[in-house]
């Protein structure tokens, strides 16, 4: 459920939890993003840094500049009065992928769990438009949403201590895309070749909260001699 007004969370002396909602959501993860984009152009004063979730912003601050209850009354005022016309129009980013043998070690399994052909589980998954609905766990690992309900799948139950750079994957409702090599439990069906995190590129992610993201299949050939599109 979306909250009418902001539910505050003190983190500390110099951090406040803004909740927004009960539950994964495109709705109230659009309100995140809302009041994201709201702070972010006011910059009011004392505020150091935000950090946008599925449901709640984090807001860090220096206490020596604006108290607790001084930031609850400037974020409810900010969120009282948002203007929804200086929100960005979502972007779309297609991003290309092998799917199963050595690049998606987890595509048969997944196949098998739900009495699908591996094709098909493909089929699903580049299927829909996802919402980024955060950047986390690692530099620029987008945690997207929502799979159809036909691969829902649960996380591996021995996560790997190695998951390489640009695998796909899966677990619960979500997909992801690893940025760097770490270890990871998700279910890996698949390889892209896009770099989601370069320290060197400005910015150095990739996506950001609120991007849309399509995937569409390419072979590993195609993975060799594919470049990004910077245009």
Known sequence: MRYNQPKFRSMGDRSLLVELGDEISPDINQAVQELFVGLDLEQPRGILELVPSYRSLLVICDPLIVTPAELEQIIVEIHDNLDRSQLPEPRTVKIPVVYGDDC????????????LTPEEVIGFHS??????????????????GELPDAIVTPRRNTPRTRVPRGSVGIAQKQSGIYSVDSPGGWQIIGWTPAHLFDPERNPPSLLVMGDRVQFYEISAEEADQWQPDLS
């Open 104 to 115: 998606g070690p987890d595509l048969v399994d997944v196949a098998r769990y739900h009495n």
């Open 127 to 144: 299927q829909p438009t996802y919402r980024v609905y955060m950047i986390g766990f690692t530099p620029g690992y987008p945690y997207l």
